[in-house]
């Protein structure tokens, strides 16, 4: 029988489930993902978390539970250093394995490879494939093999994001399904900056996504760019930034300052998120000099009060609309 | 030009007779006080570190004292400080400051890399008055740091509260004004023979403790509460892991040391993770095989690396069988509460060796 390898939903399955899937599976194992987060694993992971850990790493605590009780024969956590070249991840991926491994007790075994593209060559992290591959009794070439057909699979993903699908919508073609057709008569355009590792867990964002959509908002988030253009926002900053998500996050975010193609601009963020913490300071402050876009903070963390985030969401969509309306008078 | 910086332990001490050196006006940040942290806060994210809003207000303070020129360590990642600098000079421009703000990236690499970038700012200093500058200001830092090593250890043992305090602060002040090596050496080693002689108190049980965490929050007295005078007040010896001089050791001559902090962080954090995250880590495995009594993790709100150190650490503890405490300052400056966390934790410790010797 073949064994299973558990994927927790959380952090960077939003961006690398296709690649990491195609993998396991190319190398003869069966893979097995975590529940979508519900209340019970979100307690569970605040439970056995730090307090101070910020609230997706915390959700992904609950999620490697959730796997553990599952009886999976593995579970991959990654540890993501960097995944473009000369670009770190935030310190919480550098150490995500270490981190989990002291926080949860009799897991089953954690197959932590490093993913690192610092250095811009693809060798490092083919060769820790290669050994995932070996726990698996394959050899170099199937492994290899394996990767290959992942990264193609990674692509595929990728340009259906650029062709202005979500993540999560993103997924679910890759997997096959067929998308609900949605209504396109849109009157907002609402570009929502965040990690998707915020947004796209439907119920730690309590579904901002959705309810932006439900509000007659069409939504862009910074997947939906393609690189130049969220390179050309970047290159406004006077130092780019080291970690490459904070940099989508500057640059997408100054893309649509300088186009103005959105209405408004909605950034959300996880309370305690350190890196954040630096962006948010920086796109606030030229979005309010420059006067010309409406801006939007929301921080969310494990207090779920939906209300609040309706009642905010409301306002800002009433607010862009009166703006519209001012400018057609 | 008037040179400002922020404060960070002994540091404006360092830079001060540095700039002096070279013929460069300075003007010292005021000490950071209750005020400094309501300026950098009012003007800073909720969520930046203490670290940040501290600077932020040091810089206010320095800039309204007339200084026009900041400087300001850089950096490459992944820990946010690399970042500050880009971030504070937005915030200090929005406030209608009008001032010139030199990032110097930190040595990665070699030493000499990162003098030569400094050396680039000031185009009109000789390069061998610089250099002589230089190795007097470390020659400083030395001391002082030495000093504070012995303070920590000796002021545990002190026949009255609070004189050893008093000749430290009295000796360093002496030392902020040295002109020589000579005077150096003198002041240091006077400095010492004060405090032994104040210091003759001797216990059945004798505490030590290890101080580990964020580097900034270890060498600013103002943001830890001065953690370690609290300790030394409960009777209990203090070893700081982490000193400025140390670090500008382990930067210029990288390997060794961080050979060793890997080597003790195995198994439990198999990777720089930016910060002090494997520093921590490292050092908490060093002390409970060095059979302290407990290991004091301090931290500022929200820093990650350190979060993610805080979570292993746990687990060093149960392993070793040491009690560690976390504790998280943000801006909040409550000193009783962790005043009554440091009583309860000594108290814990007493216990435990108490029962070893039942």
Redesign the interface.
């Known amino acids: 029988m073949s064994k299973t390898v558990g994927i927790p939903k959380g952090l960077l399955y939003y961006d690398f489930y296709p690649m990491w899937k195609t993998f396991f599976e190319g190398v003869g194992s069966k893979v097995v993902v975590s529940q979508d987060t519900n209340k019970k694993i979100l307690d569970e992971g605040v439970k056995n978390c730090v307090e101070d850990a910020c609230l997706p790493v915390k959700t992904y605590v609950g999620h490697v539970i959730n796997l553990k009780e599952k009886d999976v024969d593995y579970i991959f956590i990654p540890r993501i250093v960097s995944v473009e070249r000369k670009k770190y991840l935030c310190s919480k991926f550098l150490g995500l394995p270490d981190f989990i491994k002291s926080l949860i007790g009799d897991l089953p075994p954690i197959i932590d490879v490093e993913i690192n593209y610092y250095k811009n060559n693809d060798e490092f992290t083919q060769n820790e494939f290669i050994k995932v591959g070996r726990m698996f009794g394959k050899t170099k070439d199937q492994s290899l093999k394996a990767y290959f057909e992942a990264t193609h699979q990674q692509k595929k993903f990728e340009s259906l994001l650029k062709e202005g699908l979500t993540n999560l919508e993103a997924l679910k073609v890759w997997e096959g399904k067929n998308l609900v057709k949605e209504e396109s008569n849109y009157d907002l355009k609402i570009a929502v900056i965040a990690h998707p590792y915020d947004i796209m867990d439907e119920y730690i964002s309590m579904g901002i996504i959705e309810k932006l959509k439900n509000m007659g908002a069409q939504v862009y988030t910074m997947e939906m760019l393609q690189k130049d253009l969220i390179l050309e926002g970047a290159s406004m900053l006077s130092k780019e930034m080291f970690w490459n998500y904070e940099r989508d996050i500057l640059g997408a975010g100054l893309y649509f300052l300088k186009q103005k193609n959105v209405d408004g601009v909605i950034m959300v963020s996880a309370f305690g998120c350190g890196p954040n913490s630096m962006t948010e300071e920086l796109l606030e402050r030229l979005y309010k000099k420059a006067k010309e876009v409406p801006f939007m903070l929301i921080t969310i963390d494990e207090h779920s009060g939906e209300a609040g985030i309706m009642t905010r969401l409301e306002a800002f969509t009433d607010l862009l609309r009166f703006n519209k309306k001012a400018v057609m008078v | 030009m008037k040179i400002t910086y922020p404060h960070m332990g002994s540091l404006n001490m360092i830079l001060k007779t540095m700039f002096e050196g070279i013929g460069v006006e300075v003007i010292d940040p005021p000490p950071s006080t209750n005020k400094t942290l309501t300026l950098g806060v009012r003007n800073?994210?909720?969520?930046?570190?203490l670290p940040?809003k501290i600077n932020v207000g040091n810089f206010i303070e320095a800039l309204d004292k007339g200084a026009d020129t900041i400087i300001m360590l850089?950096?490459?990642?992944?820990?946010?400080f690399?970042?500050y600098?880009?971030?504070q000079?937005?915030?200090l421009k929005?406030l209608g400051y009008d001032f010139k703000m030199i990032?110097v990236d930190p040595p990665h690499g070699r030493l000499i890399d990162f003098l030569k970038e400094l050396a680039s700012y000031f185009p009109n200093v000789d390069g061998k008055i610089a250099l002589k500058s230089f190795v007097f200001a470390v020659k400083k830092m030395i001391a002082a740091d030495k000093l504070e090593k012995f303070l920590l250890k000796y002021r545990a043992h002190e026949d009255n509260p609070g004189v050893t305090t008093k000749i430290y602060e009295e000796y360093m002040k002496k030392l902020e004004k040295a002109q020589n090596g000579k005077e150096v050496d003198k002041i240091v080693s006077e400095a010492m023979k004060k405090i032994k002689e104040n210091a003759n108190v001797r216990r059945k049980i004798q505490l030590k403790v290890a101080l580990v965490g964020e580097i900034y929050m270890l060498l600013e007295p103002f943001t830890n509460m001065d953690i370690s005078k609290s300790l030394n007040e409960l009777g209990v010896e203090v070893t700081k892991t982490e000193y400025l001089s140390d670090y500008l050791i382990n930067s210029a001559f990288k390997l060794p040391q961080r050979m060793e902090f890997k080597k003790n962080a195995r198994g439990?954090?198999?990777?720089?993770?930016?910060?002090h995250?494997l520093n921590t880590v490292a050092n908490t495995v060093k002390y409970a095989k060095l059979n302290y009594d407990g290991v004091i993790h301090i931290l500022p709100?929200?820093?990650?690396?350190e979060?993610?150190?805080?979570?292993?650490i746990?687990?060093i503890s149960r392993d070793y069988n040491i009690p560690v405490m976390s504790l998280?300052y943000d801006e909040n400056t409550g000193q009783a509460g962790y005043q009554t966390r440091l009583e309860a934790f000594v108290d814990l410790l007493y216990r435990k060796r108490m029962e070893v010797v039942c």
Request: glycine share 20%; proline share 4%.
């Open positions: 800073s994210h909720e969520f930046a570190c940040f850089g950096g490459i990642g992944p820990c946010r690399g970042y600098g880009q971030v000079r937005e915030i929005d990032i439990y954090l198999e990777r720089d993770i930016g910060g995250g709100f929200t820093c990650t690396p979060i993610v150190a805080q979570g292993i746990a687990k998280v």
